[in-house]
């Protein structure tokens, strides 16, 4: 793959304040077509690096390029029209719940556009038959279940072409016949849209399943990158906890706490 | 001796200390907020474009936080102006002019009445539920997917509600007044008695358009500033869970009633206190 990559990340790193850093120094790239997956446990940073992506954050030092344009150099109409280039999933889809899916579906395409209702109207059917809730289209979000609701969201995300998709755990919380179907999803609008695609997900076999290429964080570094199957076999601590989901390795079990002893001997310390 | 007489001042001082720092830490605390408020009103003004040249858009919030405030209003304002008929009568009879009910009436609602109560139901009505929705669309991340997808949440959810409720707010008092006035006839005139050519023309004659009917008409367009401007900050800035959106419901109601009167009594002293004040 030698063409300019979609997303390039040069050594970030970022704090939400001095005394908490939360990421340090991470680099990574992801190439035009490919789905990748950034996992890793929760806190561990995942979901800033997406919104540092996004241009939700500035990072406080190190270099991120998005489709070509420098996130750190754009003002607030440059970091909105790279969004237009963008879409995003959010983890309980976050739809608008004053409107009907048709309503959420077409939101961007009357924001942005001047296309006429009745063109509003087949694209909104194409969007919401690709991920087959046309029949859906004239109910209410509170009318839908969980994976309904995010399969809707995705139709949205997906409504002005977007050339790379962002998912923020899309697949959490959900039951094994939705999982299925938003995970064949996410892999099938790529490759038919020829979308770029960014997943961030703690679900191990169901994120390996549809990536390309995986990057493994913890602790705000990258610790593991490579194919799925080689993350699957890595001799890494980390790594094979994490795949594993072993419950002691290099994350302990344990909060850090003073002797169980001490503790249990001097009750009055809890008050 | 010595040394405890020292270490209980270095504690006293001590805890003088922190009590200070607590205090300033506050103060600044509130005076940065402020100033957070300060800069989220001009930034509502400087997005106002889309609420003007999409006008359905702010009409529909015009629907929420007006004709949905209505009958609250109207009803009110009917019970306000009946009891002002009542005590009205009682007061001015002892000095046998109870023909002047009409004015008495009138005025009471059109320069204080009306602007202050239509204000204060209009604060827990609609300021509350404003509050409560954008409170909630930042809480559901609805905000964060608007500000994903390229579209400015101050432009598209928060201008079209501030211009609608600062829209509603004169609207509301002035049929809270009206609706006051015919109260106050129903008392006076057709339960009391009162003549009711003398109530309605000796209201004609005193109530003067510009000094009072103006007058209340700024009053309840400051109002309605003031609340809306308080209800769409406090549902932007309130921390996204359950306790944060009901806290920052209950603060725009607190503030938004604490804000018009203190602003009632500033405005009243501004306008009828000049040279020809009444």
């Known amino acids: 793959m030698a063409s300019a990559p979609i997303v390039e990340i040069d050594k970030v ?3 939400y304040d001095a005394a908490r850093p939360v990421l340090h120094g991470v680099s990574l790239r992801i190439e035009p077509g490919s789905v990748v997956g950034i996992m890793g446990q929760s806190g561990c940073g995942k ?3 997406l919104r540092i992506v996004a241009g939700w954050l500035k990072a406080g030092a190190g270099s991120t390029r998005v489709l070509g344009e420098s996130v750190e150099d754009l003002d607030g109409g440059g970091i909105f029209a790279l969004r237009r280039k963008m879409g995003m999933l959010f983890q309980f889809g976050a739809l ?3 409107m009907t899916v048709f309503d959420n579906v077409a939101f961007q395409m009357r924001e942005h556009t001047d296309l006429p209702p009745e063109m509003v109207n087949d694209l909104v059917l194409m969007k919401l038959e690709a991920v087959g809730l046309r029949g859906a289209a004239q109910l209410m979000p509170s009318e839908l279940s969980g994976g309904m609701a995010r399969r809707v969201a995705l139709a949205r995300a997906i409504a002005l072409d977007p050339r790379l998709m962002l998912y923020d755990e ?16 996410i892999r099938t609008l790529n490759d038919s849209l020829g979308q770029t695609s960014i997943v961030v997900s703690h679900d191990v076999e169901e994120c390996f399943a549809i990536v390309d290429y995986v990057y493994v964080m913890s602790a705000g570094r990258i610790v593991a990158e490579g194919k799925p199957d080689e993350m699957r076999h890595s001799g890494e601590a980390f790594v094979k906890q994490f795949v594993r989901g072993e419950t002691d390795g290099p994350i302990k079990f344990h909060y850090p706490a003073p002797g169980y002893e001490a503790d249990l001997v001097a009750p009055a310390a809890h008050g | 001796m010595w040394r405890r007489l020292r270490m209980a001042e270095r504690a006293l001082f001590a805890g003088l200390r922190q ?3 607590r205090l300033g830490q506050g103060a600044e605390a509130k005076i940065r907020r402020l100033g957070f408020a300060a800069r989220f009103f001009v930034a509502i003004l400087l997005n106002s474009g889309t609420a003007f040249r999409r006008f359905s858009l702010t009409i529909r919030e015009i629907y929420f936080a007006g004709v949905l405030s209505l009958v609250i209003i109207l009803v009110s304002g009917l019970f306000v102006g009946m009891v002002l008929g009542l005590q009205g009568y009682d007061t001015l009879q002892r000095y046998g002019s109870s023909e002047a009910l009409g004015i008495l009436v009138a005025l009471s609602l059109v320069r204080e ?12 009505r ?4 404003i509050t409560a929705e954008i409170g909630l669309m930042k809480a ?5 997917a608007m500000e994903m997808m390229a579209v400015d949440p101050i432009a598209r959810v928060v201008a079209p509600r501030f211009w609608a409720g600062v829209l509603s707010m004169p609207l509301l008092a002035a049929l809270f007044s009206a609706m006051g006035i015919f109260g106050g006839y129903l008392v006076g005139v057709k339960l009391i008695g009162v003549d009711e050519g003398s109530f309605w023309s000796q209201m004609q004659s005193s109530v003067d358009v510009r000094e009072d009917i103006m007058n209340g008409v700024i009053k309840s367009l400051v109002f309605g500033v003031a609340v809306t401007w308080i209800a769409v900050f406090e549902g932007y800035d309130a921390p996204p869970t359950a306790e944060g959106v009901s806290g920052a419901t209950t603060r725009t109601v607190v503030t938004s009633s604490l804000a018009i009167l203190v602003l009632d009594f500033v405005l009243t002293a501004l306008m009828f206190t000049g040279g020809n004040g009444k």
């Open chain 1, 13 to 15: 790193s970022f704090g």
């Open chain 1, 96 to 98: 608008f719940t004053d």
């Open chain 2, 113 to 124: 009445l009306g602007p202050v109560i239509a204000g204060l139901l209009f604060a827990s």
């Open chain 2, 126 to 129: 609609a300021g509350s539920a």
């Open chain 1, 47 to 49: 979901t800033t690096l």
């Open chain 2, 19 to 21: 009590g200070l720092e």
């Open chain 1, 170 to 185: 899309p697949l959490t919380g959900l039951d094994p016949i939705s999982l299925g179907v938003i995970a064949r999803l």
């Open chain 2, 140 to 144: 559901t991340e609805q905000i964060a």
